[in-house]
């Protein structure tokens, strides 16, 4: 079953960002799914009107809010006339949505259920939280190249299976007591040993990936299973370090090394900082999916995987890991202040007469530095 799911996984990768995109949406659907119904049977017994229509209904709307807007902009590219007024109000339609299953939530309350009712519109809100919202930014880090995502999630996964072997092997031989108290079969051995592995995956396997130009470059106006191409980030640039000259002295006069210069490529670098967070942090989301189980007492969030559990149990530690890529990608290593594809969506927008003033001030523009270089 571990085979088929990579396998699944890789042919997913080699089709095209968009449809990457897609499959992140359907894990979002399948994890809502599972994390509703540990809930389902008690709202049953307590007969709560309409408890699904809601819940399915602030997904849509979430939905509706996080991923509607750039599809209707690539509608109105071509259908103007219809989609426009879509692409200006979809911050009012957004909200609109929202108010409309807000009310319909005061309209259910039901005498006897009021405690339970509440907790379970925060249930979904949690839910929406962490799985909706943390996807967004899984789907950001897509369209910045598909680097972006390949290597975190395989660092998950990476450093799942070697903790699993490392536990299974040295578990309880060095330090006898689990590593949390809810989920006493993870080891220290296991953590650490994982994060050891997972460095030197992360390490060589980014270098692997570096091959490719369909992994590291970002998807712009290309459009759809065409093929990458483009001058790369410097991040994915190999560059030369050069020692400073006492320390190339101190290395030669004391310890007999040579040093002057070395060559690397600033990527595999940040994918150790990556790795770190994957080994150290992200395995605490599954701890947090290990908690939930536990106060509702099942073992798995679903058997859709025979002997893995449900799609909740597999991307436990993935939104985590999904939204610090996003925030470590916005903060140490995008160069651009402004992305050129939001600005240009932006101006397709415009009516004609506008679309001229801008036209008319970049050709000024672009004449003075021309004229201005030339002289």
């Known amino acids: 079953m571990g085979a088929c799911m990579i396998s699944f996984f890789i042919g997913v990768l080699?089709?095209?960002?968009?449809?990457?995109?897609?499959?992140?949406?359907?894990?979002?659907?399948?994890?809502?799914?599972?994390?509703?119904?540990?809930?389902?049977?008690?709202?049953?017994?307590?007969?709560?009107?309409?408890?699904?229509?809601?819940?399915?209904?602030f997904l849509f709307t979430s939905f509706f809010f996080f991923y509607a807007k750039p599809i209707l902009i690539?509608?109105?590219?071509?259908?103007?006339?219809?989609?426009?007024?879509?692409?200006?109000?979809?911050?009012w339609h957004s909200f609109s949505l929202y108010c409309i299953g807000f009310v319909s939530f005061i309209f259910t309350l039901r005498k006897g259920c009021y405690r339970y009712q509440f907790s379970q519109l925060t249930w979904t809100l949690m839910i929406l939280m962490m799985v909706v919202v943390q996807s967004n930014f899984l789907i950001s880090n897509i369209y910045q190249g598909l680097i972006w995502f390949i290597l975190p999630v395989s660092i998950i996964v990476c450093n799942d299976i070697f903790a699993y072997f490392n536990?299974?092997?040295?578990?309880?031989?060095?330090?006898?007591?689990?590593?949390?108290?809810?989920?006493?079969?993870?080891?220290?051995?296991?953590?650490?040993?994982?994060?050891?592995?997972?460095?030197?995956?992360?390490?060589?396997?980014?270098?692997?990936?570096?091959?490719?130009?369909?992994?590291?470059?970002?998807?712009?106006?290309?459009?759809?299973?065409e093929t990458l191409h483009c001058q790369r980030d410097p991040v994915f640039i190999e560059k030369d370090f050069i020692f400073p000259h006492e320390v190339s002295t101190i290395a030669s006069k004391y310890f007999g090394?040579?040093?002057?210069?070395?060559?690397?490529?600033?990527?595999?670098?940040?994918?150790?900082?990556?790795?770190?967070?994957?080994?150290?942090?992200?395995?605490?989301?599954?701890?947090?999916?290990?908690?939930?189980?536990?106060?509702?007492?099942?073992?798995?969030?679903?058997?859709?995987?025979?002997?893995?559990?449900?799609?909740?149990?597999?991307?436990?530690?993935?939104?985590?890991?999904?939204?610090?890529?996003?925030?470590?990608?916005?903060?140490?290593?995008?160069?651009?202040?402004?992305?050129?594809?939001?600005?240009?969506?932006g101006i397709t927008m415009l009516p004609l007469e506008e679309k001229m003033v801008i036209y008319e001030k970049l050709k000024q523009s672009i004449e003075f530095t021309t004229g201005t270089l030339t002289n």
């Open 14 to 57: 080699s089709t095209d960002h968009f449809i990457v995109s897609l499959f992140v949406i359907a894990l979002q659907l399948l994890v809502f799914k599972e994390m509703i119904a540990l809930r389902y049977i008690e709202a049953k017994e307590k007969k709560i009107p309409h408890f699904r229509t809601l819940n399915w209904f």
């Open 74 to 91: 690539t509608l109105a590219n071509y259908y103007p006339d219809i989609f426009q007024h879509f692409v200006r109000y979809h911050l």
């Open 167 to 225: 536990g299974f092997f040295l578990g309880k031989k060095f330090i006898n007591r689990p590593l949390m108290k809810i989920s006493p079969n993870k080891t220290w051995e296991g953590f650490i040993g994982a994060t050891f592995w997972t460095l030197l995956f992360a390490y060589y396997f980014c270098g692997f990936l570096l091959q490719f130009d369909w992994v590291v470059c970002p998807k712009g106006n290309t459009g759809f299973m």
């Open 257 to 345: 090394i040579t040093l002057h210069s070395f060559k690397y490529i600033p990527i595999q670098y940040h994918a150790l900082v990556l790795a770190l967070f994957g080994s150290l942090i992200a395995p605490f989301g599954g701890f947090f999916a290990s908690g939930i189980k536990r106060a509702y007492k099942v073992k798995d969030f679903d058997t859709i995987f025979p002997g893995h559990g449900g799609v909740t149990d597999r991307t436990d530690c993935q939104f985590i890991m999904g939204l610090f890529i996003h925030v470590y990608y916005l903060t140490f290593i995008k160069t651009l202040e402004f992305d050129p594809t939001v600005i240009w969506q």
